[in-house]
């Protein structure tokens, strides 16, 4: 979820030298993130290529922060062909060892053969069909840092049907950050200028 990391006692929006009110997030996480803010993080897409690389970078940041998975992003994005499923999927073990020594991306070996396995799944189904049909029928309010989640009950269901399909890498957390980033889950603190979108 945005925010990981802020201090919950303070105040879940800001606004901006611009005057626009957003996600505190977008400007006090040590990184200034307000161009992804403001156009890419929530803004829902259907389109399987830009799920992928959403699904992908939300699994590479395990165990890493989003500014690192950020700042690597248009590297990750050379190295698997801009995310498209079928480039991919026709990634060979060659190419996981080409990966395993190029340092401007992140190198961990499990996470590059999901991302590979993962890929050749999408040649027989969608993850737009996969990920949508979970959308919560009721929005959850986010008024503070401490109405925040890891999890929901559609983020289990999700990474459920995900794992049953044979993705890897895809437990609740991963599936909870994955639908508010595509915009499945709308995850704006109320008082953002997106939170209402």
Known sequence: MAGVGVPTHLASVIPGPDG???CRWATETGRDLTAYHDH?????????AL????LVLTYFENGLSWVTVFDKRDNLRKAFDGFNPAAVARMTPADVERLMTDTSIIRHRGKIEATL???RLLSTDSLSRLAWQHQPRRHHRLRSFGDGR??????HRLSVALREAGFRLV???VAHSFMQTVGIENGHFEGCFRAAA
Request: hydrophobic share 30%; charged share 20%; net charge negative.
């Open 20 to 22: 626009v009110t957003r």
């Open 40 to 48: 890419e993080w929530g803004t829902p897409t259907h389109d399987e």
């Open 150 to 155: 890891m999890v929901s009950p559609e983020s």
């Open 117 to 119: 396995h993962n890929a």
């Open 171 to 173: 437990g609740p957390v």
């Open 51 to 54: 799920l992928f690389e959403a």
